[in-house]
T-cell receptor
């Protein structure tokens, strides 16, 4: 069983839909990252969370430490949001290494 | 520039050759990380620098891989006697302190060994 699991693996939605991507982890963590990777592009850090909720524009990230679960939400989705979204956790006992989820490939159709 | 810069963006080399990949972190960031991402997989940790020293090089796959950061800013990942299996995107990231601080990633260097 992977230490970081994301769901769904693939998601296709229409422009304007509310998107939710989930991340569950099984290790103790000091922080959780949500990152975005475009095809052929580098990785962009969206959020780093250790508790609660963060919002940036149309993106919202939440984390529940007790349940070891985080969600990334996109409101009013747009085709330019199409990318792979990756959840990565910084393990509590080795806080410079990231344990990566497999990613969620999101396609937003116009 | 304001972000993490990696050069070259693409590198094609012949099997057996030596390559160097460069990472310019965000100014003032003391922590620097190298990751490798093979096709269809998540990034794999290679090495972590805190300042000039390699705090953790446990992710380097073998002794053909070596990385330096002599002045605590720019880092170079060096691969000797390249093999086709080394083909991947090599990602560099930096963070302000390395402890609880957010990592910022470069665009990566796509290495193809033919």
């Amino acid at each position: 069983k992977n230490e970081v699991e994301q769901s769904p693996q693939n998601l296709t939605a229409q422009e304007g839909e509310f998107i939710t991507i989930n991340c569950s982890y099984s290790v103790g963590i000091s922080a959780l990252h949500w990152l975005q990777q475009h095809p052929g592009g580098g990785i962009v850090s969206l959020f780093m969370l250790s508790s609660g909720k963060k919002k940036h524009g149309r993106l919202i990230a939440t984390i529940n430490i007790q349940e070891k679960h985080s969600s990334l939400h996109i409101t009013a989705s747009h085709p330019r949001d199409s990318a792979v979204y990756i959840c990565a956790v910084r393990a509590g006992d080795s806080n410079y290494q990231l344990i990566w989820g497999a990613g969620t490939k999101l396609i937003i159709k116009p | 520039g304001a972000g993490v810069s990696q050069t070259p963006s693409n590198k094609v080399t012949e099997k057996g050759k030596y390559v160097e990949l460069r990472c310019d972190p965000i100014s003032g960031h003391t922590a620097l990380y190298w990751y490798r991402q093979s096709l269809g997989q998540g990034p794999e940790f290679l090495i972590y620098f805190q300042g000039t020293g390699a705090a953790d090089d446990s992710g380097l796959p073998n002794d053909r891989f070596f990385a330096v950061r002599p002045e605590g800013s720019v880092s170079t990942l060096k691969i000797q006697r390249t093999e086709r299996g080394d083909s991947a995107v090599y990602l560099c990231a930096s963070s302000l302190t390395g402890v609880g601080s957010e990592a910022f990633f470069g665009q990566g260097t796509r290495l193809t060994v033919v």
